[in-house]
């Protein structure tokens, strides 16, 4: 039976919205013995998309700890033959060409800048042009006289398999084990299709959709129970799967894949009628921005992404004197 929650308030929307939020904080989100406010973020997506490797990630490294960001996290890329969205899903080991020295060197040198690293992922997918997939073309959801359709040239993993929770959830601890990494984002870019489990008998198969979820949240919390200090945060092709079950395996949601500073004003104030601020990563990224070419100031960029958790995904490689003093002056006027 789904767990339901209800509360009540005499103070209107906005105290049942407070409610909610100091409901979330204490009683849902992750507990640590010393609580503490959302690192400042950075994020390397818009600046080098797949194109990641070991000396670029340095020198944007570099120029995030200029602005005071206190965690810097790699995305999608650093893994696989992952060049482009087509290849590599499912391999969760490091590309040598890209990182030769395996990730060590780089997150030596983010540390050393005084920054917490961190991690893109996409545990739950698998691309057909994947080592995994070639060894375990049966692990995808399907029903077996229909076609399995793609989206983003990527597969749903059967989550609800042991044996693909297991090889999951080895596959993240392997590599928290032999990295230390501080944050994962765990992405999760396409819907469902063809949710079928060929294995289990006809009438049981629809529990697919229960243990599958139940599955997911045994692999976080296993993950946070052998590395206590990892944290996690909750990506779903923008704001896809944000409810309070995630949110009890993870710190902070994304709250969608629109960054542009005056859209992400309704974005957020819809957002925290339900859902508390401080989960709520809100990036500064270029403008014009990507989602409409609308052009906007720095200043305004930021302060609208001050609203909540504060991240920072601008390709800083294109950035002048100018635009560092002016997001140095607001990291330190946020912090």
């Not at 270029?286 to 906007?296: A, G, I, K, L, Q």
Request: hydrophobic share 40%.
């Amino acid at each position: 039976t789904p767990v339901f929650y209800g509360g009540y308030s005499s103070q209107g929307m906005g105290g049942a919205s407070r409610l909610l939020h100091r409901f979330e904080m204490t009683s849902i989100l992750p507990q640590r013995p010393a609580p503490r406010l959302r690192p400042i973020l950075y994020n390397s997506w818009e600046a080098t998309e797949f194109a990641v490797d070991e000396k670029g990630q340095m020198a944007l490294a570099e120029k995030a700890a200029r602005i005071g960001v206190e965690r810097f996290v790699m995305d999608d890329g650093w893994f696989g033959a992952r060049n482009n969205d087509h290849a590599g899903l499912g391999d969760w080991t490091v590309n040598p060409v890209k990182f030769p020295h395996g990730l060590k060197p780089l997150i030596d040198k983010v540390h050393g800048l005084g920054m917490e690293f961190g991690l893109w992922v996409e545990p739950e997918m698998v691309n057909p042009d994947s080592n995994l997939y070639r060894a375990h073309p049966d692990w995808v959801m399907n029903f077996p006289t229909r076609p399995r359709s793609e989206g983003r040239n990527q597969l749903v993993l059967n989550l609800a398999r042991r044996d693909v929770r297991d090889y999951v959830l080895k596959s993240l601890d392997d590599l928290l084990s032999k990295n230390d990494i501080q944050f994962l984002k765990w992405d999760y870019n396409r819907n469902w299709s063809e949710p079928g489990w060929p294995e289990m008998d006809p009438e049981r198969q629809p529990e697919i959709y229960v243990t599958y979820i139940q599955n997911l949240y045994a692999i976080m919390a296993e993950l946070r129970r052998r590395h206590p200090k990892l944290e996690i945060e909750d990506c779903a092709g923008g704001a896809g799967r944000v409810d309070l079950g995630i949110m009890g395996l993870t710190d902070q949601v994304w709250a969608s894949d629109n960054t542009d500073p005056f859209d992400r004003l309704s974005i957020q104030d819809g957002f925290t009628h339900a859902y508390a601020p401080g989960v709520m990563m809100d990036w500064v990224s270029d403008s014009p921005n990507w989602v409409n070419n609308r052009v906007t100031s720095l200043d305004y960029r930021f302060l609208s992404a001050m609203q909540g958790a504060l991240g920072i995904g601008a390709n800083l490689n294109k950035w002048g004197e100018g635009e560092f003093a002016s997001a140095a002056r607001m990291v330190a006027a946020y912090k």
